[in-house]
């Protein structure tokens, strides 16, 4: 449909990008203004009024003014519409997010991981563009360090010394990494959200992209309908609502 640190990197670019924006958002207060919240919607009608007022105060002095939307921020609300309208995709990401903050929260735990990985676990700022699909793909990049680490003798002497709560939380947490399904599901959502990463990463690079940008939609919606609609996904009778998100956002932004 036309529009009109000395840890190697796995994926270089990707991983570059990722690092750069990574904070500990145990200290950020509500854990509902972290990454994965869906927007306010109240703060998003009172940002567009404004934008839209400012664009006609502009408008009557500068006619000439050729104004273009933030195709990155639309497509970034994309992904907190699919935290709004797929609870499987929700569930999913809040038990990675479970995860790393365990792991960031209990010191001793988290040097047994970088002892089996080159690569860190992340927690992204809620203001980095995709932050949902960039905590999932570091979590698959170090499956099998995670994997590693809650088999060996030292990850059991660690949840034996712990207290009650902290070693139910931890068995939970080693369950979940011992769980085929679990990494199943976040293949599915990496594969879903993939195509929409990468435009976001086009539009977010440098140079002029507005002669692309309508292309790089209509590829990322083939690409999508050809990953939704398999037969083997789980969620392909999603697919009707995930492509009209894409298409609702995209008229709104124009």
């Known amino acids: 449909m036309a529009f009109g640190s000395k840890r190697k990197l796995v994926d270089q ?8 924006d990574e904070v500990d958002l145990d200290n950020s207060g509500d854990e509902q203004n972290s990454a994965d919240g869906a927007p306010d919607e109240e703060d998003e009608s009172a940002e567009h009024g404004t934008a839209k007022a400012a664009k006609s105060l502009l408008d009557e002095v500068h006619k000439h003014i050729f ?20 609870a499987w995709m929700v569930d999913t990401y809040q038990t990675p997010k479970a995860i790393v903050k365990y792991f960031r929260n209990h010191q001793h ?4 991981f970088r002892g089996n990985s080159e690569l860190d676990l992340l927690k992204v700022s809620k203001t980095r563009f995709a932050s949902h699909y960039i905590l999932l793909k570091r979590l698959m990049d170090v499956r099998e360090a995670l994997t590693t680490t809650v088999v060996t003798s030292k990850w059991k002497d660690l949840v034996k010394a712990c207290d009650a709560q902290t070693r139910a939380a931890a ?5 979940n990494i011992m769980d085929e399904t679990f990494w199943d599901e ?5 594969g879903i959200t993939k195509p929409l990463y990468m435009v976001i990463k086009f539009s977010d690079g440098e140079g002029p992209k507005a002669g692309d940008i309508y292309e790089k ?14 037969e083997d996904n789980p969620h392909m009778d999603d697919w009707p609502e995930v492509e009209n998100i894409i298409l609702e956002r995209w008229g709104k932004m124009n």
């Open 67 to 86: 104004w273009s939307p933030c195709v990155v921020r639309t497509l970034n609300l994309v992904f907190k519409d699919f935290g709004n309208n797929f």
């Open 171 to 175: 068995n939970v947490i080693g369950q």
């Open 13 to 20: 670019n990707d991983d570059r990008e990722a690092e750069a």
């Open 109 to 112: 735990f988290l040097n047994l």
């Open 217 to 230: 939609m209509d590829n990322m919606l083939g690409e999508l309908q050809v990953v939704m609609t398999k």
């Open 186 to 190: 976040i293949k599915i959502i990496l």
